[in-house]
T-cell receptor, first 114, second 113 residues
């Protein structure tokens, strides 16, 4: 079955870069996502990458996809205290009839030290 | 604001009781998903509905059930509650196809005492 794995915790100093890693098992995944969950809130989509892309950059965020190794990473440049949150990696698989299945990782808690 | 509304935001109840969590999807979204977030188990997929029909089932206990109504809102029913059912329950909605982005509500925090 589909599985998405992430490390549970990452601590960085304010101003440094953060790199959150994710591996997934389903080679049929069409889109891969990064969601952010701030304390007491729901998940919010940060960015996504289509499976035929290697990299996507969006302001301070860079997503790298290694499809061969099924490895996804999220780099946050110049990490700020406001970036402290849980980051979820997710993979989408298309099913018959136009439906989809989205599998989430366990989430990586990012702690930014001032 | 994602456009997905969940009620209640907080709920405290006793073991053995039954509760109903409600979700209104974003306007125009036909798909609704339910997820459970526990402290030690991350985000677990429970069930998905599309336009009133069940489309996919995850790790949903037999004590739990859900449905999606003609107006597209959805309810998750949790019965014979146990201490271990204490968690955040999220509802998400999406359109079919495209990027498949899920829009999440703010969750319903259930505490079973």
């Amino acid at each position: 079955g589909e599985d998405v794995e992430q490390s549970l915790f990452l601590s960085v100093r304010e101003g440094d870069s953060s790199v959150i890693n994710c591996t997934y098992t389903d080679s049929s995944s069409t889109y891969l996502y990064w969601y952010k969950q701030e304390p007491g809130a729901g998940l919010q989509l940060l960015t996504y990458i289509f499976s035929n892309m290697d990299m996507k950059q969006d302001q301070r965020l860079t997503v790298l996809l290694n499809k061969k190794d099924k490895h996804l990473s999220l780099r946050i440049a110049d990490t700020q205290t406001g970036d402290s949150a849980i980051y979820f990696c997710a993979a989408k698989r298309d099913l018959s009839g136009g439906y989809q299945k989205v599998t989430f990782g366990t989430g990586t808690k990012l702690q930014v030290i001032p | 604001d994602s456009g997905v509304t969940q009620t209640p935001k907080h709920l405290i109840t006793a073991t053995g009781q039954r509760v109903t969590l409600r979700c209104s999807p974003r306007s125009g979204d036909l798909s609704v998903y339910w997820y459970q977030q526990s402290l030690d188990q991350g985000l677990q997929f429970l069930i998905q509905y599309y336009n009133g029909e069940e489309r996919a089932k995850g790790n949903i206990l037999e004590r739990f059930s859900a449905q999606q109504f003609p107006d597209l809102h959805s309810e998750l029913n949790l019965s014979s509650l146990e201490l271990g059912d204490s968690a955040l329950y999220f509802c998400a909605s999406s359109v079919l196809g495209g990027t498949g982005e899920l829009f999440f509500g703010e969750g319903s925090r259930l505490t079973v005492l």
